[in-house]
């Protein structure tokens, strides 16, 4: 879904103009990146929080030379924590695993030929 979609949906809901919806979807999203950009937390309810986390300083490997370590500096990045009602509609995607009645491996395949 883009903001696009969003906006569309919006009007076709309420009634409203698309162009209102789009300056008010904008705004609510640049005070969001305002928020967090200061390193303000960001909550909200039934949908989830922004918030910023200092990355530890590790160290990388190039998969083009491995043999090279290259140092990744510590650095801020946003976090998202879904709130409950969003990770309870996300966990409804999770496939189902059936049944293993076989005591096959992990990479047998149940299916050959």
Do not use: C, W
């Not at 979609?5 to 409203?16: E, H, K, P, Q």
């Not at 303000?40 to 949908?47: A, I, M, T």
């Not at 709130?83 to 049944?99: I, N, S, Y």
């Amino acid at each position: 879904m883009t903001k696009r979609d969003l906006v569309i949906r919006i009007s076709n809901d309420t009634g409203i103009v698309q162009q209102h919806v789009l300056e008010v979807v904008q705004r609510t999203l640049d005070y969001i990146a305002e928020a967090v950009s200061k390193g303000e937390k960001v909550e909200l309810r039934n949908f989830g929080v922004f918030e910023v986390k200092i990355r530890k300083a590790r160290i990388g490997r190039n998969p083009n030379s491995p043999a090279t370590d290259v140092p990744i500096p510590q650095r801020a990045v946003v976090k998202f924590k879904p709130g409950k009602e969003m990770r309870a509609e996300v966990l409804k995607l999770t496939p189902r695993q059936q049944p293993n009645t076989s005591a096959s491996t992990p990479n047998s395949n149940p299916n050959p030929g």
